[in-house]
C-alpha cells in the first residue's frame, strides 16, 4: 500500500492534544444541594495544586485515538494497484446470441462488463459492440463510466445467432491511431464455425456455464382435411435424462391445449395438435415447468396468414387497365365466390353503397353527389396539399377527355379542374368512398407512371385498417417498413415496448427478441391504416450451441499486458471512520445503562 | 389553595382516628386514660361516702351484699398537632409544597373530625418556631391555609429543639404529625421525644433527586443549611454508595419511628404524593 498524500499522516499529530485533555483536571463546578449529610465520606480530601491527573485510559479516548488515526490515513490517501484488462482503448464486443440466455451466461457477462464499464477513465476509453444478428456499436471511445455502465446494464440476450466475424470488423473499424486498441471478447464461442481465424490482439473471457435445457426447435402451422388448422411442435431435449415436459398452447392468448412430450436424454420428438385457429391469430407454444437453463427458447409463436388478402370486385363496364392493377395490387385476390372487401364500380348504378367503394363515373351516383353537366377536356389545375394519396404523384401531364360535373357537399376534392371536381373522397353510409369524376379509360391516366401507386394508395385507404402477417424469420432478421403515404410506423415487440420509426427507415433491425412484433401505420390522427404481424423465432442452432473458446493473439504492445489501475482506500477508511463515530457518540451518550428501582413510597 | 375543593370533599368523609388513649383537657369523642362519664362501663369500686347513689349497683349488693359503685370510661378531645419543616433543605424541588399540602391535608382532617389542631414550625438557631392558634371547627381551615401558605422554607433546622417544645410539661398531650425531610442533626433524638407524647405520624419528605440524583462530573457540593461545602467526583461507585446510605437513611427513619411508636411514611415530592400520604395513613389506622 503507498501513499498519494503522504503529508496527510501529520496529522496524527493532533493525538498528543487531544491525550493531553485527557489528563487536564476538570474545573470543578458547584452546585447546591437540600444536604450533603449523605455524602458525607465521598469527600476527596487529597488535592494537588497540579493542573494534571494521571491519565485514565477510557474507551472514548481509544475511540477517538483511532478514529483520528483513520482520518489521518484517509487524507493521506492510501492505494493499491489493481491489475485490469483495460488498455488505453479497448472495444469490448459482447456476444449477444440466443446461446447466451443459457444458464445465466449474459447476467455474468453483464456483470463483467459493468465491473470493466466501471473502471473507464481519462487513461482508459472504453468501446461497446454489440455481437448480435446485426453487430452494433453501442458506445465509442467513451470515458464516462457511468454512461459506459447504464449501457451495459441494459445488455441482454436475444434469440438470433450473434455476428462474429462482423462484429470484430466493426470493432477493427473503431481502433484509434493514437491509442493502442485492444478487444476483449465476452462470448461463450457462439456457434460452430462462426469464426475460422484467430483474433488478433484481443483477448476472449469465455461464459461457458452450462445446465440442462430443453427448447422448443419447430414450430409452425398447416391446414388439413376439412380445413382444420394443426400445429406443428417439434421439442429437443438437451437434459441430462428422461424428461417428460407439457407443451401447453394457445391461440390469441386463451388456452388452446396441452400436450406432454416425453423425451430421451438428447433425444427430439414432434406432436401435431389442432387447433381452432383463423387467418391473422397468433398461435404459441410453451414449455410449461420446464427444467431449462435457457428461457427463450420455451416459447414459440406465429400468426396464421390469410388475413393479407383483400378481396375486391368489380362491377360495372370494367377495363383492362382496373383489372391490372387489381392484379398488381399486392394482397388483392379476386372474389371466386367470397364477399368482397372492396368494389370497385366501374359506371352504372352506384345509388347503394354497402362497401367501401371505388366509384368511376357512374350513371347514377351515389347519395350525396349530383352530377349536374359535362365538361370537356378539362385539365387538372388542382391537387389538394398535403394529401397523402397524392404525395409524390405527379398528375400534370394527365390528359381527360371528358368529365361529369358533380356537386357533392361534404366530399373531399383532391382533383380538380378549376371548379369542376375530378377525384373526391367521401363517406357513404359509413363506408369510405372514391369517387372518380371521370373514366380513366377516356383518359391517359392509366399509362401514367402514377396510376398504379395511386391505385394502390386508394385500395389502401378504402381498405382502412388492415393486418397482414409475413413470412416467419429468424430472430435478429429487420423487419421491411413500408408505411402508406404519411403514416407513421408504430411497433410494439414482444415485450411490450412501443417504438416509433423515423420517416426514413426502411426497416426495424432491433429484432434480436424472439416473439410477435406488430407493425402499426397510423395516419396523423393515429388512426391505424394497416400493419404487419412480423414474427421472429429463436434460432435452434444457439439451443444445441455449446461453449467453446474463441482462437485468439493476445496483444504484443507493451502497456497492453499486465496494465493496472489505482484503487484508493479512502472511501472504505472514511466509512469506518464514519461508523467509528457514531460508535463513539453511542458508547458517550446512547448507551444503555442498568435502571435502579425507584424508591417505595 | 392547598387542598381542591375534590380533595377537600374526600377528606370531609374520612375522620381521624387516635391510636392511644389519651389525657385531654375537653371532652371529645377519644378514649380518655381517665374514668368519666361516658356510657361504656369501664370497672367497680368500693362506696364511698359522697357518691352519686345513681351509680351504685344494687343487683350486686342484693346478691353480694358489698355496696359497689359502676365506674365509666372518660372521652376526651384529640390535640393534634402538626409540626411543619420550613427550613431551607426542603426548599428544592417539588419538597416544601408537598409538604404544606401535606400539613394541611392532615389538619383538614382534624378540623373535619372535630378535633383541635394547631400548626407548629420547626424552629432553627436563628429562627423560633413559629405556632399557628389552636382551631377546632372547619371553619377555621382559611385561616390555617393561609397560615401555611405564608410559610416560606429557609435557614436551619432544630428538630430537637421542636420536640422538647411540644414535650414540655403542661402542653397539650395528644398526637404529633412530622412533616420534615429529616435532613438535620438529631432528628433521631426529636423522633424518639415526640413519640413518648402520644405517638403520631413522621411524614418523611425526600425529593426524586435525592432518592436517585442525577449528578455527574467533578463537583462542589454546597449544603443549603449549613453552607459546608464537599468536593466529590460524581462516578458510578459513588452514586451506587449514596443510593446505599439514601435507602439505608429512610429505613433507618422508619425503624427508629416505630421504636418510638410513630408511624413512618416515605413521601416522595412528586406529582400525587398527597394522595399517597393518604392512602398510607388509612392502612396504617390514622384515618377511617
Known sequence: ????????????????????LYMLKSRRSGIEVSSIRLWEGEEEFV????????????????????????????????FFHQATLLGPHTVLVVDTSGSMAQAGRIDAARQRLVELAAEASEDKLISIVQAGPQPRVLAAFSREAATLVDIVSAVDAGGGTADLEGAIRLARGLATPDRPTTML????GGVEGTLTEPVVDARHLAFDAVDDNLAITGFGTGTVGEGTTRAFVEVTSYAGGPVTVPVAITVDGLDAGTVDIELAAGGRDRRLVPVDAGPGQVVEASLVAAPDGNPLDDTAALVLGGATELVVATTGEGSPFLDALLAATPGVVPPLGAPADIVVMDGGDASIVDRPAWVIRPETAPPGIDIVGRLDNPVITFTQPGEPLLDGLDLSAVAIAEADIVQAEGWVPIVAAGDVPLILLGDVAG??????????????????????????????????SRIGAEAIADAGVPIAVAPPAGATTVITTPSGETVTVADQVLEYARTEQPGIYRVSYLDAAGEPLGGVLATRRFVAAEAAATPRSIAVTEPEQQGLQDATIIREWAPLLLALLLALVLVEWWVAFGRPRPRRRAAVT | MLLDTAMRSRLDRLALRGKRRLRGVWAGSHRSVRLGESLDFADYREYHPGDDFRRIDYNLWARLGVVLVRLFEAEDEMPLQVVVDSSASMGFGDKFPTAQRLAAMVAYLGLASGERVRLVTVPAADRPSLQGPWARHVSAWPRVERWLEAL????????????????????????????????????????????????????????????????????????????????????QAVMERYRTRATGFVAEAGRRARRAGMDHVLVTARPGAVEEALRAMVGKGWVR
Open chain 2, 152 to 235: 416560606e422554607p429557609a435557614g436551619g433546622t432544630d428538630l430537637p429543639a421542636a420536640a422538647r417544645l411540644l414535650a414540655a410539661p403542661g402542653g397539650h398531650r395528644g398526637p404529633v404529625v412530622l412533616v420534615s425531610d429529616l435532613l438535620a442533626p438529631g432528628w433521631d433524638n426529636a423522633v424518639d421525644v415526640l413519640g413518648t407524647i402520644c405517638g403520631g405520624v413522621v411524614l418523611h419528605v425526600l425529593g426524586p433527586d435525592e432518592l436517585e440524583p442525577g449528578l455527574s462530573g467533578d463537583l462542589t457540593l454546597r449544603d443549603a443549611e449549613t453552607h459546608r461545602e464537599l468536593r466529590v467526583s460524581m462516578g
Open chain 1, 185 to 188: 471478447i465476452l462470448s461463450d
Open chain 1, 47 to 78: 488535592s494537588s495544586s497540579l493542573p494534571w491527573k494521571r491519565l485514565e485510559i477510557t474507551a472514548a479516548l481509544l475511540l477517538q485515538l483511532l478514529a483520528l488515526a483513520l482520518f489521518a490515513l484517509a487524507l493521506a490517501r492510501p
Open chain 1, 1 to 20: 500500500m503507498s501513499l498519494l498524500a503522504p503529508l496527510g499522516l501529520a496529522l496524527t499529530a493532533l493525538a498528543v492534544p487531544l491525550v493531553v
Open chain 1, 431 to 464: 363506408h369510405r368512398v372514391v369517387y372518380f369524376a371521370f373514366d380513366p379509360v377516356r383518359s391517359n391516366l392509366p399509362v401514367q407512371v402514377a396510376f398504379p401507386v395511386l391505385g394502390a394508395r386508394l385500395i389502401d385507404w378504402l381498405a382502412g
